[in-house]
């Protein structure tokens, strides 16, 4: 069994993303001690920004048209997409940024999609753990403008097939911006509801068969 | 006057938002002849993706706390920023990926939300060009995919209070995709009314008094 952990989060230090997706991975290693975890921070060590135009335009030519930089690209982009192609079982810690989609895990996902193989990830079983700074759940002032998760879930289910599951924690700005200061009690309740599920979501990732497993079976 | 305006297609020969763009932009200079348009190419160019964690960290620290990279960083988002503050007018050339937004308009837009001085837009006209290869109208099996154009809309005008017109085109992708051969004749219609509605938006971003100027007024 392996596991694949991207991070997103632009922060080490202090960030709810990486905490809540590190419990979810202790989880996980208890039932599965001594096994593999590759991680990519995107976060930290973001891809470059040239990286996507060189690759999906490598992947439009054949091998020998391409220029060299299309060529390290590709390779790169190959590498990337081993090493999801790799794992049992992913995990993704993604923070929302500006009511949008983290442009490091926008840059990773078109990076991934220049691959042909990804159809290989049908079924497998996932996490992905999205935290937001304010709220943005029905009848809230900035409801509507969560624009990253829609698109999360797009790609992660409908375009890869994954078997999701998620963990989502709102209000982390609680207790950081004084405006919010009314909700630090609140914010409080979604932490510790947050990471009962982020325990939870670390069993799901190895108790529930996935898919190719039901398909192999039948 | 003057034009600011950014591209981000990251293909110069057939970009249909850049032909889209140069439409808006001719019609703007036959009424101003003789006047400025700065260009940013995001596209072509992309910002460095570690540009908007060192810029917004930056942002955070009192000058004297912060890296030489984040000093550099801070000084070329408000770079940056100049160029869209010191416009009149705001034209945006903007292609759909992978079902999101364009990874380097979302960089652009993260680092700009850096600079403390934005809300100096507040008013301003604004054209956005939006396409996208496939449909994504209400009745299309991909309605409901388009995760960019919300996303791109929320910022320019409830985050800036821009004064946006929007062209929109689909089906670019008709007659280059074999899947979609049964569409080229309405996709060319499609081109055609963005065509007329481009040339149109051209004229509004002169023919319009600004909300500013309807300010200075009162």
């Known amino acids: 069994m392996s596991l694949f952990r991207l991070d997103a989060s632009i922060r080490d230090e202090g960030s709810h993303s990486r ?8 989880t996980w290693r208890e039932e599965n001690p001594g096994v593999e975890v590759v991680r990519r921070d995107i976060g930290l060590h973001p891809l470059a920004s040239t990286l996507w135009p060189l690759a ?3 992947s439009r030519l054949p091998e020998g048209d391409r220029s060299d ?5 590709a390779r790169e982009a190959a590498a990337l997409a081993d090493e999801v192609l790799n794992a049992d079982s992913l995990l993704f810690a ?3 940024y500006n009511f949008g989609v983290s442009e490091h895990f926008k840059t990773w996902v078109d990076v991934m999609i220049t ?3 990804l159809s290989a990830l049908k ?8 935290v937001r ?10 409801e509507g403008w969560d624009h990253s998760t829609g698109w999360v879930k797009r790609i992660l289910v409908d375009v890869w097939g994954l078997d999701l599951q998620t963990v989502e924690l709102e209000f982390t700005l609680a207790g950081v911006n004084p ?6 009690e609140m914010a409080e309740e979604m932490r510790v509801t947050a990471t009962r599920e982020a325990e939870e979501l670390g069993r799901h990732l190895v108790a529930v068969p996935s898919l190719t497993e039901v398909n192999d079976l039948a």
């Open 133 to 142: 700074g304010g709220a943005y759940g029905a009848g809230t002032p900035r």
């Open 123 to 130: 079924g497998r079983h996932a996490v992905a753990v999205l």
């Open 56 to 58: 999906v335009t490598a």
């Open 179 to 184: 405006a919010l200061d009314q909700f630090i």
């Open 69 to 73: 930089a299309q060529r390290d690209a």
């Open 94 to 96: 993604l923070p929302l």
């Open 115 to 117: 691959d042909k193989r």
């Open 19 to 26: 905490a809540l997706a590190d419990i979810v991975q202790a």
